[in-house]
């Protein structure tokens, strides 16, 4: 969990290039230059020497319109990128960073449409940039997932206009990723402390009433009677030349074991989430606890077959295994087969 920036998904950068077989059109100034020249129309009805005034206008607006157009930048003077500022959680608010370069020699005016895929975001976002010549600018925004698993943003889709805004050009840069949503990694933590201290008030009851019906080794002492002669130590014994007992504990450092059943079920959506999502949520709790207790943790997901299986393990590393395992897992369709032959168990991956 503390590892959390290692989860950001990778900024990528891409040059832009035009769409379509005429990346360009007229801005709307143009439009608004044109019907000014339609006063011209006014005194024509008295003369007809006006409507050649206006057919001139409208040749000057589209002069005008050329010379605006070639001096936007080239898509090539523009490079986009899209950086995550935080990982993508089911649930949580994500920021994301969108910037442009622009290498050319003109201010440009910048509308971006970001296709995100609807996981990710219900519409597209729609950002304006204002980009100096030879500089930069930058916009955020942020998205809310609402499915986990891997997710692929597509490309980012420009607007460009000058500051007279009579011509535009089109262009796009392919910044197509995969971004995976993760469970919320915040829930674990806020329910660790309370579970953790549930858990050791349990094992502080479960050691006063059963002291020494553990297995777990604890300290050497003398040999008291009604001690089991399975528990003298015979070295010890040997060495001191009186009888001397091993005193034991309750085992505090267990294997724990998480299956999680992903059968259709669970593709039930409860409260905006499906059932597997509040089923993956809980399982990445209790590994999250269960590792913070010192216990090894080991997780099977199945349907018709085990989908994932990872063996009983510690540390940071593998709980990183076990949030990447839980991130991808989905409801199955098939009906789940727990006692079949295909719930064999393969042998697990080193």
């Known amino acids: 969990m503390s590892r959390r920036s290692g989860l950001v998904p990778p900024s990528i950068s891409a040059g832009a290039t035009p769409t379509g077989w005429a990346p360009f059109a007229f801005g709307p100034r143009f439009y608004l230059v044109l019907l000014l020249g339609v006063l011209w129309l006014l005194p024509a009805w008295r003369s007809p020497r006006y409507a050649g005034v206006?057919?001139?206008?409208?040749?000057?607006?589209?002069?005008?319109?050329?010379?605006?157009?070639?001096?936007?930048?080239?898509?090539?003077?523009?490079?986009v990128t899209r950086a995550f500022e935080s990982a993508a959680?089911?649930?949580?608010?994500?920021?994301?960073?969108?910037?442009?370069?622009?290498?050319?020699?003109?201010?440009?005016?910048?509308?971006?449409?970001?296709?995100?895929?609807?996981?990710?975001?219900?519409?597209?976002?729609?950002?304006?940039?204002?980009?100096?010549?030879?500089?930069?600018?930058?916009?955020?925004?942020?998205?809310?997932?609402?499915?986990?698993?891997?997710?692929?943003?597509?490309?980012?889709?420009?607007?460009?206009?000058?500051?007279?805004?009579?011509?535009?050009?089109?262009?796009?840069s392919d910044l197509t990723q995969a971004v995976r949503v993760y469970p919320?990694?915040?829930?674990?933590?806020?329910?660790?402390?309370?579970?953790?201290?549930?858990?050791?008030?349990?094992?502080?009851?479960?050691?006063?009433?059963?002291?020494?019906?553990?297995?777990?080794?604890?300290?050497?002492?003398?040999?008291?009677?009604?001690?089991?002669?399975?528990?003298?130590?015979?070295?010890?014994?040997?060495?001191?030349?009186?009888?001397?007992?091993?005193?034991y504990q309750?085992?505090?450092?267990?294997?724990?074991?998480?299956?999680?059943?992903?059968?259709?079920?669970?593709?039930?959506?409860?409260?905006?989430?499906?059932?597997?999502?509040?089923a993956v949520q809980a399982t990445l709790t209790l590994a999250f606890v269960a590792l913070r207790s010192g216990d090894r943790v080991g997780l099977l997901v199945y349907g018709r077959r085990p989908l994932l299986h990872l063996p009983a393990a510690r540390g940071a590393a593998h709980l990183g295994t076990i949030l990447e395992g839980l991130a991808a897992v989905q409801a199955t369709l098939p009906r789940p087969d727990a006692v079949g032959r295909r719930m064999a168990i393969p042998p697990a991956k080193e």
């Open 54 to 79: 206006m057919l001139a206008w409208d040749a000057a607006a589209l002069v005008l319109w050329l010379v605006d157009l070639r001096g936007l930048p080239a898509p090539r003077d523009l490079l």
């Open 89 to 172: 959680e089911l649930g949580v608010p994500a920021r994301i960073r969108l910037s442009v370069a622009n290498h050319g020699r003109r201010f440009v005016r910048l509308m971006a449409i970001d296709d995100l895929p609807a996981t990710l975001a219900v519409s597209p976002p729609r950002l304006t940039l204002e980009v100096p010549a030879g500089g930069s600018a930058s916009a955020t925004y942020e998205v809310v997932p609402r499915e986990r698993g891997d997710h692929r943003p597509g490309a980012v889709y420009l607007r460009c206009q000058s500051g007279l805004r009579i011509a535009e050009r089109w262009c796009r």
């Open 184 to 247: 919320d990694l915040e829930e674990p933590k806020r329910v660790a402390l309370y579970l953790i201290r549930s858990r050791q008030i349990a094992l502080e009851k479960r050691l006063k009433h059963q002291r020494g019906e553990g297995r777990e080794f604890e300290s050497l002492r003398e040999y008291r009677d009604g001690d089991a002669l399975r528990d003298v130590c015979w070295t010890a014994t040997a060495r001191r030349g009186r009888l001397i007992a091993k005193s």
């Open 250 to 278: 309750v085992e505090r450092s267990q294997a724990v074991l998480i299956v999680l059943d992903s059968g259709r079920l669970l593709r039930e959506t409860i409260a905006g989430r499906t059932k597997m999502d509040h």
